[in-house]
């Protein structure tokens, strides 16, 4: 038995002898470089495309079969535009565990990889050439089924990619992608065995526009035998400019396992630091993560987040942002949705979010909010002087409306706030349902409570080329002063009751939309007051000057004098930003106001002749005696902008109208005793 194990042993071991003889007959003689030409020209025969080998060609066969190939180009199919070229590859595979089926690579290493794969605008690639060759069938039964069955054991040393650069371009979208300056180093792969992973490179695209640095490193196990994978230690980093924050930080720590199943992680731990303009915002996202790879979902089970948010100009300081809830993500239904409740700075906010449809994205939501002050995170102010909010300062251009946005936008939910600061105004028990779609926003209905009245219509915007506004409301029971305060920071008018308004309107600009609205409103107050003139009192002062006034008298709005009046009723008809009124009625124990003139919307200006009336004695309110003007007929003109209104008299109409009023009690007088005469003288005729 000794014999013959020495026999076998002796005949294994000259046959060790003669292979490797063999091999270095092989490696002394064999030149692969002689065959250049060869491949070169077949390149060009089965591919159409050209083949360059600009280095030399270095092979081992033993103990590993190796090759080494440098400066190496492809040409684009038909064409001679470099496709894909490399600086250098080397390959070292062991040849003696081959026969184990355990494929041992001592190295692979790749430098100065460049590719590009384009998708043109009728759907094909420039590589389908290279991947479009027919597949074998499989051959059913046999030993090599068998043998596939036994799985290949891998054992690769490292790999390591240099300074590769890899693109990508759709020519139907425009799109662009590319990948730079990639580095890729692993340590040993082998079975089961943790490796280190080290990936880098700069990623850059315009659509969106980004340019980002990628960084990823972690350790991967995977055992082959049941497929199972474990990322250990993950730490994922981005920096640069992405989706037009010049300043982005993104960092994503933790550890995540999975199959062929299922992917799951226990706490991941996302970073963010970004910067856009002067804002900045920082921030730390907490959730497990589990992935259904086999119904295609996706489930954040208890998200956690922090947030600031800071501007400079802003005077309030930082606002901070707290969330709690859920997420979940069907990807073959093309839903996904949050439930979440968060502390909002002062603000508390409960709801849900989603997607029912991904391409092209379709929102719905449900927030309410306990209370909300817009004011402080949109900086709005009351427009200076009673002009238009939205103006640029001295040799600043006017902001231009931008409904660009909505252009994409699909949505459908609705928003419930109890208290609400909006543009100084103050709501509550607001309630909207939105809409938005094919480039328009409906908000629908828009209802709340304010200024002790209700609140309800809608608003609609429109993204057309030169931006659209259509406003439907009807206020009831509300206060008019504090409403008006708060809106236009004017206290003009005083009172209590009805106010409706139904207005379009378009333009590119604030003051280009206030100037091109058309529509119609209308006014119903009672118990109130036109604040700026006292007109009974102005016409009772003036009663004592019937014999020295002439003319006409401007005075100025004097916050501190009004006219009190028990119904105020008006309706306006609006033309390119000009409300025209001829129906005004004012009633009052003392006069009553009628007129007629225009509120131009688009200037922030009057120009409105109002005819007031005494209709009684002034007693009754504790004033002068002024029975000699009852029923005379004072013009007032009032005219200018908002912020500065005039009142012009006319004396000389009152005076006219005091002495046609004495005129005629003088004829009616006349009259009389003209009529008393001759019934004296009849009587006397026929003596009775």
Not at 111 to 137: C, E, F, M, W, Y
Not at 458 to 469: D, F, K, Q
């Amino acid at each position: 038995m000794n014999k013959i194990l020495k026999y076998l042993l002796l005949i294994a071991g000259g046959i060790a002898v003669v292979l490797i003889a063999a091999a270095a007959y092989v490696a002394a003689s064999f030149n692969p470089n002689d065959y250049k030409p060869q491949i070169v020209q077949l390149v060009k025969e089965k591919l159409d495309r050209r083949l360059e080998i600009k280095g030399d060609i270095k092979l081992a066969f033993f103990p590993a079969l190796g090759a080494d190939l440098g400066g190496v180009t492809l040409s684009e199919h038909a064409s001679g535009k470099e496709f894909a070229a490399v600086d250098a590859v080397r390959v070292a595979l062991q040849l003696l565990p081959l026969l184990s089926r355990e494929v041992v690579i001592s190295r692979i290493e790749v430098r100065g990889l460049r590719a590009i794969l384009v998708k043109h605008k009728d759907g094909s690639t420039n590589i389908d050439d290279l991947i479009g060759g027919a597949q074998k069938p499989k051959q059913a039964g046999g030993a090599q089924d068998k043998a596939a069955q036994t799985p290949i054991q891998f054992n690769i040393d490292h790999v390591l990619v240099e300074n590769a650069s890899l693109g990508y371009v759709d020519e139907r979208s425009g799109a662009k992608y590319s990948l730079n300056k990639l580095q890729l180093k692993t340590g040993k792969i082998a079975g089961a065995m943790p490796a280190d992973i080290d990936l880098s490179f700069a990623l850059g695209a315009n659509q969106p526009e980004a340019n980002v640095d990628v960084h990823f490193k972690t350790r991967l196990a995977y055992a082959p035998d049941s497929g199972r994978f474990k990322l250990e230690t993950l730490d994922l980093g981005l920096k640069g400019e992405a989706a037009g924050i010049n300043l982005l930080a993104l960092g994503l720590t933790g550890s995540v396992e999975g199959d062929a199943q299922s992917i799951k992680s226990g706490e991941l731990v996302l970073d963010l630091d970004a910067k856009q303009g002067n804002d900045t915002i920082k921030g730390k996202l907490t959730s497990p993560l589990a992935v259904d790879l086999g119904a295609q979902t996706v489930d954040l089970s208890k998200l956690s987040a922090k947030f600031a948010l800071s501007d400079p100009k802003s005077a309030h300081g930082p606002v901070t942002l707290d969330i709690a809830g859920r997420a979940h993500a069907d990807l073959p239904r093309q839903r996904a949705s949050l439930d979440f409740s968060t502390k909002f700075d002062e603000s508390a906010v409960t709801g849900k979010a989603g997607l029912v449809h991904f391409s092209p994205p379709v929102y719905v939501f449900d927030v309410n909010v306990d209370r909300l002050d817009a004011d402080r995170y949109s900086g709005a102010t009351k427009p200076e002087g009673g002009g238009a909010a939205g103006k640029g300062g001295a040799g600043e251009p006017e902001l231009a409306l931008d409904f660009a946005a909505l252009k994409t936008l699909q949505a459908n939910g609705s928003v419930k706030i109890g208290a609400l600061k909006l543009a100084s105004l103050r709501l509550q028990n607001l309630r909207l349902d939105a809409k938005a779609g094919g480039g328009r926003l409906d908000l629908n209905p828009l209802s709340a409570d304010l200024y002790q009245g209700k609140m309800s219509g809608s608003v609609s915007l429109i993204a057309a080329a030169t931006p659209r506004l259509a406003v439907k409301q009807n206020l009831t029971g509300i206060s008019i002063g504090p409403l008006l305060k708060d809106a236009v920071d004017k206290d003009l008018l005083e009172g209590k009751g009805n106010l409706a308004l139904d207005v379009s309107g378009q333009g590119a600009t604030l003051s280009a939309l206030k100037k091109a609205l058309n529509g119609s409103a209308s006014l119903n107050l009672a118990d109130g007051a036109l604040k700026g003139i006292n007109i009974g009192e102005t016409i009772r002062n003036a009663k004592a000057k019937l014999g020295t006034l002439t003319g006409q008298t401007t005075q100025a709005s004097n916050a501190a004098e009004k006219t009190d009046f028990t119904e105020l009723k008006a309706s306006f008809a609006i033309r390119n930003g000009v409300a025209h009124n001829s129906d005004l009625s004012l009633k009052s124990p003392l006069l009553r106001l009628g007129g007629e003139g225009d509120v131009n919307i688009g200037s922030d200006s009057v120009d409105y002749l109002a005819k007031a009336t005494l209709v009684a004695t002034a007693a009754g309110q504790g004033g002068k005696d002024v029975s000699e003007l009852k029923g005379v007929m004072v013009p007032v003109h009032i005219s200018g902008p908002f912020t500065s209104l005039s009142y012009k008299l006319d004396f000389n109409a009152m005076i006219e109208g005091a002495a046609q009023q004495k005129i005629d009690a003088k004829k009616e007088e006349l009259k009389s005793k003209a009529q008393d005469k001759l019934k004296d003288r009849l009587k006397g005729l026929f003596g009775r």
